[in-house]
């Protein structure tokens, strides 16, 4: 595994859960760090400078153009570039297909989807010129399963693997990859505020070949390999983090 010194990351959904622990990871390894979130990400901040490395937290929702325009302006102002894009923002509020409403799915939609097509728009050129770039979407082992009540999470983060795999084409030539990870459910805030009970969280660790709940660290491994250079001849791939779950 290679060390990130000099690289600049960037992370959404940083403030807290997998993002924060993605963002303490690459600093641990050496990688300044902008960390993105609708919340003011203080904490995530503190952890980077802690670990030695240069931090900047920034305030914007991802799924707005404005302000991911705004995000990218900071970037170049404060880092001067980016090499390493973490689309990790997401949200998944539970609601069957009856009463979910069009604001309900767009929102979902906004946030997992439209986020990261505006986030990779607004550091690309950075990644361009320096002809070196890695962009991870994180996306969701959910979508290979029979889970009633996300017709909207699923559909986005099916989404986010096929926008993966297209923008993989587009941008190799660059010497930039675009890769997936796919978490398993995992015992984040997030989760905890969900309606997604103990009940699921064991019954889905228990269909998993490593039989325990995921946490924010599980994913870390995977994202630190695609955002290195050892994954150079690694594009369009989606990897499920999901302690097996995916062999079902
Ligand atoms: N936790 C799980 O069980 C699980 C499983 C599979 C996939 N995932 C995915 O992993 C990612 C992170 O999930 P988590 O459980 O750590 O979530 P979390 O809710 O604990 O953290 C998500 C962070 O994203 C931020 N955020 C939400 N909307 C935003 C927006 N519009 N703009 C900027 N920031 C925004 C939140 O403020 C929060 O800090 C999501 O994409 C989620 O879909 C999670």
Same mark, same amino acid.
């Given at each position: 595994?290679?060390?990130?010194?000099?690289?600049?990351?960037? $992370?959404?959904?940083?403030?807290?859960?997998?993002? #924060?622990?993605? %963002?303490?990871?690459?600093?641990? &390894?050496?990688?300044?760090?902008?960390?993105?979130?609708?919340?003011?990400?203080?904490?995530?901040?503190?952890? $980077?400078?802690? !670990?030695?490395?240069? =931090?900047?937290?920034?305030?914007? +929702?991802?799924?707005?153009?404005?302000?991911?325009?705004?995000?990218?302006?900071?970037?170049?102002? &404060?880092?001067?570039? %980016? *090499?390493?894009?973490?689309?990790?923002?997401?949200? @998944?509020?539970?609601?069957?297909?009856?009463?979910?409403? @069009?604001?309900?799915?767009?929102? $979902?939609?906004?946030?997992?989807?439209?986020? #990261?097509?505006?986030?990779?728009?607004?550091?690309?050129?950075?990644? %361009?010129?320096? &002809?070196?770039?890695?962009?991870?979407?994180?996306?969701?082992?959910?979508? /290979?399963? =029979?889970?009633? /009540?996300?017709?909207? @999470?699923?559909?986005?983060?099916?989404?986010?693997?096929?926008?993966?795999?297209?923008?993989?084409?587009? $941008?190799?030539?660059?010497?930039?990859?675009?890769?997936?990870?796919?978490?398993?459910?995992?015992?984040?805030?997030?989760?905890? !505020?969900?309606?997604?009970?103990?009940?699921?969280?064991?019954?889905?660790?228990?269909? #998993? =070949?490593?039989?325990?709940?995921?946490? =924010? !660290? +599980?994913?870390?491994?995977?994202?630190?390999?695609?955002?290195? +250079? *050892?994954?150079?001849?690694?594009?369009?791939?989606?990897?499920?983090?999901?302690?097996?779950?995916?062999?079902?």
């Amino acid at each position: 595994m290679t060390g990130f010194e000099g690289r600049v990351a960037v $992370v959404s959904g940083a403030g807290r859960g997998i993002g #924060q622990a993605i %963002c303490r990871a690459l600093a641990r &390894r050496g990688a300044d760090v902008v960390a993105v979130d609708i919340v003011d990400p203080v904490e995530t901040v503190g952890m $980077v400078e802690a !670990e030695g490395r240069k =931090a900047v937290g920034l305030t914007g +929702d991802v799924s707005d153009p404005d302000d991911v325009r705004r995000i990218g302006q900071q970037v170049t102002e &404060r880092m001067g570039r %980016c *090499d390493i894009l973490v689309n990790n923002a997401g949200i @998944y509020p539970a609601k069957n297909v009856f009463k979910l409403d @069009y604001d309900a799915w767009r929102r $979902v939609m906004a946030v997992n989807l439209d986020s #990261q097509f505006l986030m990779t728009k607004a550091v690309l050129d950075h990644m %361009c010129e320096a &002809r070196w770039g890695r962009i991870i979407n994180i996306t969701s082992n959910s979508v /290979g399963l =029979a889970l009633p /009540g996300f017709t909207h @999470y699923i559909a986005s983060k099916m989404g986010s693997i096929g926008f993966t795999r297209a923008l993989a084409s587009d $941008v190799a030539s660059f010497g930039i990859t675009v890769n997936a990870v796919g978490p398993t459910l995992s015992r984040t805030p997030g989760l905890a !505020e969900s309606v997604i009970g103990d009940g699921a969280l064991q019954h889905v660790s228990g269909l #998993q =070949a490593i039989k325990r709940p995921g946490e =924010a !660290e +599980d994913v870390v491994g995977t994202v630190l390999f695609l955002a290195g +250079d *050892d994954s150079a001849f690694v594009t369009g791939q989606t990897i499920m983090a999901d302690g097996g779950l995916v062999r079902l």
